[in-house]
């Protein structure tokens, strides 16, 4: 996957009622050194729901974050659990993996609507997946694809949901990687896929369209939105598991709004707090880059009318493939998790 996957925040504190709520005990950590006979209590909690006036999106207490970020506290490592919460506080994306996604889409978004937020979702299992990269596979062939999508698009029923539909799919066509005999089987299945989703009463559906270092200029991409279906979704998904900044994303996003209607996106901000790694190869560039640093948190309060959200669609900590020492696609990495909390301004 050529934005890394399973591809800024400027001002990433937590608040002060975040951290308490992770954090409740303000004493000395077991790292630091106590006078004799003083307790030091650190219970941590999972993280809770931000407020509506914030995110509207859910936070799962039990994303692997918020695992890591007990762990480390139970191992007396204060300091690194409190980077890790800083990851562990904000929603982030439940990727649909291929086996029981109908169970999945039910879960995510039942527990959501538990908590009367919106659950943030990623459909990606589309044939022919990443070009046979680090994150290849997906559906055997097209009906397959279409029984898959069926199953999520059942388990999502009348529960909200933000659908990012098929990270790369879009790109990997107009880039030359995916071979084009498979090109019209998935502008098919992307746009039946649409359709489907927006079906939904209460499910928004972003495909896609690459990032503003990719796919150039904008307006390449503007008719393979088209053709798969963008007229009916609500728009389209830039910087997924990238490290493009927010400004040239929104850059980017407003022109190749322009040539499809006027359509609204939003822009994965995991990432890119300190922007791409400059003066690279493709590869170094996405593949879990050094220096990076955790992005803007999730919010709708994007102070632009085209930006319908910023979210945190690929999942902070979690490799980009087995590149620079790092775990398969989509393992958890609490080196390069450390890495990006500690960079984050």
Same mark, same amino acid.
């Not at 993280?47 to 207490?61: A, D, I, M, T, Y």
């Not at 694809?145 to 059942?154: P, Q």
């Not at 359709?195 to 499910?203: A, H, I, N, S, V």
């Not at 020492?325 to 984050?344: I, K, S, V």
């Given at each position: ?113 538990? /908590? #009367?937020?919106? %659950?943030?979702? $990623? ?6 997946? !990443?070009?046979?990269? +680090? ?97 009916? /979704? #609500?728009?389209? %998904?830039?910087? $997924? ?6 400004? !040239?994303?929104?850059? +980017? ?93």
């Amino acid at each position: 996957m050529y934005g890394g996957n399973t591809g800024p925040r400027r001002a990433l504190a937590l608040t002060g009622a975040a951290i308490a709520m992770m954090l409740l005990a303000t004493g000395c950590s077991s790292e630091e050194k106590k006078p004799a006979g003083q307790h030091t209590s650190a219970a941590l909690q999972p993280p809770s729901q931000l407020p509506k006036s914030r995110s509207p999106f859910w936070v799962n207490p039990d994303a692997t974050a918020a695992k890591q970020m007990i762990q480390l506290q139970q191992a007396g490592k204060t300091q690194d659990a409190r980077l890790i919460a800083r990851i562990a506080a904000q929603p982030e994306a439940e990727w649909i993996g291929v086996d029981d996604p109908e169970g999945q889409t039910r879960g995510f978004t039942e527990a959501a609507a538990k /908590a #009367d937020r919106d %659950a943030v979702l $990623v459909l990606y299992n589309i044939p022919h997946r !990443d070009c046979g990269q +680090y994150s290849q596979g997906g559906a055997s062939d097209g009906n397959s694809y279409r029984a898959w999508l069926d199953k999520a698009v059942a388990g999502i029923g009348d529960r909200r949901a933000t659908v990012i539909l098929e990270p790369d799919a879009l790109p990997h066509m107009e880039d030359g990687c995916t071979p084009r005999q498979f090109h019209e089987e998935r502008y098919a299945l992307l746009k039946e896929a649409v359709g489907k989703l927006k079906q939904l009463p209460r499910t928004k559906v972003y495909l896609d369209a690459g990032n503003p270092s990719w796919v150039t200029p904008a307006d390449r991409m503007a008719e393979p939105l088209k053709r798969a279906g963008v007229d009916r /979704a #609500d728009g389209f %998904a830039l910087n $997924v598991s990238n490290f493009q900044t927010t400004q !040239d994303s929104k850059e +980017y996003g407003r022109q190749l709004s322009a040539l499809v209607g006027g359509k609204h996106f939003v822009i994965d901000t995991s990432r890119n707090g300190n922007g791409p790694l400059s003066g690279a190869d493709h590869e170094k560039a996405w593949c879990n880059p050094e220096g990076r640093a955790l992005g803007e948190p999730p919010t709708t309060k994007t102070g632009d009318p085209l930006v319908d959200a910023y979210l945190w669609v690929k999942r902070p900590g979690e490799s980009d493939g087995s590149c620079k020492g790092g775990p398969e696609a989509g393992q958890w990495w609490e080196a390069y998790a450390l890495e990006l909390a500690r960079n984050a301004k």
